[in-house]
């Protein structure tokens, strides 16, 4: 059986370090990283972007609250009136 294992192994040919494989392969490191460095841009404006639109959603909130607040309490009249002695 150990003889048999050995014959259905094809025989592999030895690696050799080709210097072009490795040009290639640098080439496609340096892609990623230009690809990467978009992405990061692109994602750091629309976080920008969002934050700019959520402060001037909470302003406008604020103060409509505010004004909303101001009118409740001007045009709020005592339920009960105070009973002077």
């Known amino acids: 059986m150990g003889e048999e294992e050995k ?14 494989r490795m040009i290639g392969i640098i080439r496609r490191k ?5 690809l990467a460095a ?11 972007e969002l934050l700019e639109l959520q402060r001037k959603w909470e302003q406008t909130y604020i103060d409509n609250k505010a004004s909303e607040d101001m009118r409740k309490d001007t045009m709020r009249q005592p339920k009960r009136q105070k009973k002077t002695r």
């Not at 014959?7 to 210097?19: A, D, G, H, I, M």
């Not at 340096?30 to 230009?34: N, S």
């Not at 978009?38 to 920008?48: N, R």
């Open 7 to 20: 014959e259905e192994k094809p025989n592999l040919p030895q690696l050799r370090f080709n210097p072009s």
């Open 30 to 34: 340096a892609l990623i990283k230009d």
């Open 38 to 48: 978009v992405y990061h841009a692109e994602c750091l404006t629309c976080c920008q």
